[in-house]
């Protein structure tokens, strides 16, 4: 994860497309920061810099509530 701004700013979330990729293609959001924002970018589970997962767990209904509660986390 990386974050770019002030954390009393509005909050940012750069979601990459996945699972597979990383966020770095979307670093250049990163000027947000100057324009008032509190900008993080975030690899999803498994994919990036983050712990390796097995890939049944993006398959089935409960996949995208993961994902969502991940963000919450």
């Given at each position: 994860?990386?974050?770019?701004?002030?954390?009393?700013?509005?909050?940012?979330?750069?979601?990459?497309?996945?699972?597979?990729?990383?966020?770095?293609?979307?670093?250049?959001?990163?000027?947000?920061?100057?324009?008032?924002?509190?900008?993080?970018?975030?690899?999803?589970?498994?994919?990036?810099?983050?712990?390796?997962?097995?890939?049944?767990?993006?398959?089935?209904?409960?996949?995208?509530?993961?994902?969502?509660?991940?963000l919450?986390?």
């Amino acid at each position: 994860m990386e974050t770019f701004g002030k954390a009393t700013d509005p909050l940012l979330v750069l979601i990459h497309g996945g699972p597979g990729g990383d966020y770095r293609s979307l670093l250049q959001a990163k000027v947000f920061a100057s324009k008032g924002y509190h900008v993080i970018f975030y690899d999803q589970r498994g994919t990036g810099l983050s712990q390796r997962v097995d890939r049944s767990v993006f398959a089935g209904a409960d996949a995208i509530q993961l994902m969502i509660d991940d963000l919450g986390n």
